[in-house]
């Protein structure tokens, strides 16, 4: 048996040919940039996530980069996020100029450590920017809290947690600005890059707006200087197209993630903890072991597309050198480095594909108990 991560062909459903009729006009057509196409999937998001103002754009680090410049973050800031994330987050704060703060994250939900994350606020500090980690919302209101009572902005990193919410509230809508990514690997997926950002009021989103479209207001007046990153529009049909689909999707990755658990519990591995009131979108399956580089040459050897999850801890690329960040200043990020495990889950993951995944973890324990 084959148990591979992605299965695009699923996402796209059995009956393609309107989307391909409508990406065909569109093509003939001309309609390539801020169309009809890209206010639609912008209104069905919004819809979606319960959000009045959402804008497309080219990708999820993007969508960072241009909320950040949106709250006038530069030169002299300081960004805090967390050491176990994709390099994305941390890049883009370095690419508006600013400084990222590392903070470590916490050895039950692998999510920033609040508490680390109040103490690292410093009087150069502007924003606070949490990463919803592989789908799991990060508690929101005490981060919020903290940032009003400090005078500070949230950014939320949901690259990862798109349909994720806390008590039915969707993560990306409780920052000034929430991110999202349409990466390929992503939950909701184009067929290449995309990316999108909410924003929490009309003000804070003409900001974003001019960021995206080069500053300008009106045909050849540009107010400030901007980035040129809009969503492409042949992708945004292509999200409107999955989009109804997502909430079905995530419950699925739900319910695999419980077959999961069920099946992988007695064995030496841990799982990121749940919380009460959330509802993780299983974005990816991470189980926690010691045995971790073993155990994934033991499941890919029988056709399981595991991956080990971010290896590299963000301090140790080379990229990052310049900030001079020591080995041991994240324990808890580097040891999630070495002994994190993504397993294969997909919104049609079958349960048999489960129970060959988790037979194949139970041989290798058994295996190993005997050497
Ligand atoms: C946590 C996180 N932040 C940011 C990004 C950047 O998104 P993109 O690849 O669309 O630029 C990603 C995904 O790639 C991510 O996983």
């Known amino acids: 048996m084959r148990v591979a991560r992605y299965n695009y062909s699923h996402q796209l459903g059995a009956d393609i040919e309107p989307l391909i009729a409508d990406l065909r006009a569109m093509l003939v057509g ?12 912008e209104a069905d998001l919004a819809r979606f996530l319960g959000a009045r103002h959402v804008r497309g754009v080219n990708t999820g680090t993007d969508a960072l980069v241009v909320a950040l410049r949106a709250l006038g973050i530069g030169r002299g800031d300081e960004v805090i996020t967390q050491a176990n994330t ?3 987050t941390v890049a883009a704060i370095e690419l508006v100029g600013a400084e990222p703060v590392l903070v470590d994250v916490d050895p039950e939900t692998f999510l920033i450590d609040r ?20 789908g799991k919302p990060t508690p929101m209101a005490e981060i919020v809290a903290l940032a009003e009572s400090r005078g500070l902005f949230v950014i939320e990193d949901a690259a990862q947690a798109i349909g994720a919410r806390i008590e039915g509230q969707a993560v990306g809508t409780f920052g000034h600005f929430g991110c999202f990514s349409f990466h390929p690997s992503k939950n909701l ?3 290449g890059d995309g990316g999108a950002v909410v924003a929490r009021n009309a003000d804070l989103d003409e900001a974003l707006r001019r960021q995206r479209e080069l500053g300008q207001v009106g045909q050849n007046n540009h107010m400030v200087v901007g980035f040129n990153t809009k969503l492409d529009a042949l992708q945004a049909r292509i999200l409107s197209w999955k989009l109804p689909r997502l909430e079905q999707w995530n419950e699925h990755r739900r319910e695999a993630a419980g077959w999961y658990r069920e099946r992988l519990a007695g064995l030496p591995l841990s799982f990121q903890a749940r919380t009460e009131g959330e509802t993780h979108v299983y974005h990816l399956f991470q189980v926690r ?32 050198a310049r900030k001079g960040w020591k080995a041991g200043e994240f324990p808890v990020a580097e040891a999630l480095s070495k002994e994190l495990l993504c397993l294969p889950i997909r919104p049609d993951i079958p349960i048999e594909e489960i129970d060959y995944v988790a037979g194949c973890a139970h041989a290798f324990f058994e295996q190993a108990s005997h050497k």
């Not at 001309?30 to 999937?41: C, D, I, W």
């Open 30 to 41: 001309g309609r390539y940039e801020l169309t009809a196409e890209v206010k639609q999937f």
């Open 86 to 88: 994709f390099h994305a």
């Open 115 to 134: 508490r680390q994350l109040r103490d690292a606020i410093g009087p150069r500090t502007r924003v606070l920017m949490p990463v919803h980690l592989y």
């Open 189 to 191: 997926s184009a067929a």
């Open 289 to 320: 072991t010691r045995e971790r580089d073993a155990l994934l040459a033991w499941l890919r050897e029988r056709d399981i597309d595991a991956v080990g999850g971010y290896p590299t801890p963000i301090p140790a690329h080379p990229a990052c």
